[in-house]
């Protein structure tokens, strides 16, 4: 039988490891906007090189989650841990899938006639990378206040996102060199929409894990 401390242990290294993973999706976000605007061929490979870890990673927190569920039977804020680390990594799971698709197609793309809507991508990068830091914060923390920021972040996201779109059918009516590219830049600006869709589940089970509610309903509540 599991010894008190040897739980105690694994709680932590769930969290450790929930948090190691949530940095570096952060990380490659960011870094697929460098490749895009900056022509930053390493720092798309960096995030295609690491997806294969991260894909370990991540399946290794699911099997520490369903461990400690199925076996411990954790109870109360350690259960409310446990089940947010459960959500979290899987939201977790496609931002960096996103993000290794989007650093395939920037090294695939002729990223100098892309150039002129590369700046907009690199905006949106940033601003789902920010949204992913926030939740993850709060989830670490327990400042729902930061986790509650994220929502109306989305806002500026899906903004650029229609700004984007708007260009792109611009350059497609101009026929500019720009135009080849347009579709894998449509492409990448829905994926980084769709991450910050992602940032705001993250910051609900930060509220959840904090508070022990999810989208104001108390765990066990009926809807």
């Not at 150039?115 to 789902?128: E, F």
């Not at 779109?165 to 929409?193: C, F, H, N, Q």
Request: proline letters at 2%.
């Amino acid at each position: 039988m599991i010894t008190r401390s040897s739980y105690t242990k694994q709680l932590e290294q769930l969290d450790g490891h929930v948090k190691a993973i949530s940095r570096a999706v952060v990380e490659d976000v960011r870094a697929t906007g460098r490749a895009l605007a900056e022509e930053d061929e390493e720092a798309a490979s960096e995030v295609i090189d690491g997806h294969d870890v991260a894909i370990r990673l991540e399946r290794s927190v699911e099997d520490s989650c369903m461990g400690l569920m199925l076996l411990q039977q954790p109870l109360a804020r350690d259960l409310r841990l446990v089940t947010a680390a459960f959500r979290a990594i899987t939201d977790l799971s496609r931002i960096e899938q996103m993000a290794y698709e989007t650093a395939l197609l920037a090294r695939e793309m002729d990223i100098h006639k892309a150039h002129p809507l590369a700046n907009d991508l690199l905006l949106m990068s940033n601003r789902a990378a920010a949204m992913v830091e926030a939740a993850m914060d709060s989830f670490e923390t327990g400042d729902v206040a930061k986790a509650e920021d994220v929502f109306p972040m989305d806002d500026s996201l899906d903004d650029l996102y229609e700004r984007v779109r708007g260009e792109v059918v611009d350059v497609l009516k101009s026929d500019s060199d720009a135009a080849s590219e347009a579709p894998e830049v449509l492409t990448i600006a829905k994926y980084y929409e769709r991450m910050g869709d992602h940032a705001q589940s993250l910051a609900d089970w930060a509220i959840f894990r904090a508070t022990g509610t999810y989208r104001g309903h108390a765990m066990g509540d009926k809807e």
